[in-house]
């Protein structure tokens, strides 16, 4: 479909009300791969995304040709929809690099080689990072028909949207593509069902609680040494470390093992603590990184609530709870990889959440 049948779809409107037109609420992998699909089908749409950013829990720094996941890093084998996407969008995948010793940090300290069970090995990443996936999908619509941004901050029955500039849009049907509890948080009227609520704040939000710190170093030193980059610690504050070098250059990425609630406004403490952690496991070289980050999700207000500070111990047993399945004459639908029919959690849950979601919205009738 060509921009001005999309535009005929989808007539601008300068900030007044849209109607017979579908509403995505959030720009992460699935709300961009269900309006990837919408707009493939010539079903007229807008996506309204929060941050000032699209991708959602994907987010990728960059410096020069390297690039540094600073969300989810990987799919693997046996994931068809995101084997499907990036050849659909003509993206690179390598494996990550697992070659070599791992490392095992005792809770007294010491350093033992070729400790084996915190590999990776297996799991494949995109060239670019993933926000190559996020660059590739946005390139593909109309840029008319995406905003960043837009804080919605009200859900109506009748299908509108209030956002946070006091804008109000109604709309044919909305898909809320952010995870549950964060969705459960907006005002909903009439007031959600008592069941209703109690599912989605039930739902844990997947990594919403966790911290991702990379180091960057100009090559990867420590493959001389025979290391593969991958490591774990009983002390911590890293407690899985992997590699995570690109193109050029070298880089070691690693899960914040201290709770939420410990590491809440310790940012440069447990940049300090990681980078004197790599030293110890790694070797001198590694006291000095030429750049690093930090993300602590669960200071991202759009991907996790309080309740997502707790850490959790296992994968849950996502899907979508009886109570969240959808009325035939509903005008919204919740959506997440949490409450994908199978892979929940995982970047091919987010896919085929958005895989059921177009499902819903192409079995209305076309405007």
């Not at 010539?42 to 990728?60: C, H, K, N, Q």
């Not at 941004?149 to 509108?160: D, L």
């Not at 039930?202 to 980059?229: N, Q």
């Not at 310790?266 to 000095?288: C, H, K, N, T, W």
Request: proline share 7%; glycine share 10%.
């Amino acid at each position: 479909m060509d921009e001005n049948r999309a535009s005929a779809l989808c007539p601008s409107t300068d900030g007044l009300t849209l109607t017979r037109t579908v509403a995505i609420v959030g720009g992460g992998l699935t709300g961009l791969a269900l309006a990837h699909r919408l707009h493939a089908a010539g079903r007229a749409f807008r996506l309204f995304e929060g941050r000032d950013r699209l991708g959602g829990r994907i987010s990728t720094a960059r410096i020069g040709a390297q690039w540094f996941d600073l969300g989810p890093s990987w799919f693997w084998p046996g994931q068809p929809r995101m084997a499907a996407l990036v050849q659909e969008l003509g993206l690179e995948v390598f494996p990550q690099f697992a070659d070599g010793i791992q490392l095992f940090e005792t809770a007294q300290g010491a350093v033992i080689r070729d400790r084996g069970f915190a590999s990776m090995q297996g799991s494949l990443r995109v060239r670019g990072g993933m926000g190559a996936i996020v660059r590739a999908l946005a390139a593909h619509l109309p840029e008319d028909f995406v905003e960043t941004g837009r804080v919605v901050r009200s859900v109506s029955a009748g299908g509108t949207l209030g956002f946070a500039d006091d804008d109000r849009q109604t709309f044919d049907r909305i898909v809320l593509a952010v995870p549950p509890r964060v969705a459960a948080a907006l005002p909903f009227t009439p007031e959600l069902p008592k069941p209703v609520q109690s599912a989605l704040h039930s739902i844990p939000t997947w990594m919403a609680g966790h911290a991702k710190f990379v180091a960057v170093y100009d090559t990867p030193f420590w493959r001389e040494d025979g290391l593969s980059g991958d490591a774990s610690s009983q002390i911590g504050p890293l407690a899985e470390i992997h590699d995570a070098s690109a193109d050029t250059g070298g880089a070691l990425f690693g899960f914040l093992g201290v709770p939420a609630t410990m590491r809440a406004g310790q940012r440069d403490a447990v940049i300090a603590a990681s980078v004197a952690q790599l030293e110890r496991m790694f070797g001198p070289r590694a006291a000095s990184p030429v750049r690093v980050y930090y993300t602590d999700w669960a200071d991202e207000a759009l991907t996790a609530v309080l309740a997502d500070r707790t850490p959790l111990t296992h994968h849950p047993a996502y899907g979508r709870p009886a109570d969240l399945m959808p009325a035939r004459d509903s005008s919204f639908l919740f959506t997440s990889s949490e409450l994908a029919p199978d892979m929940g959690g995982y970047l091919e849950g987010a896919l085929a959440a958005a895989e059921e979601a177009a499902s819903w919205v192409l079995a209305a009738p076309a405007p």
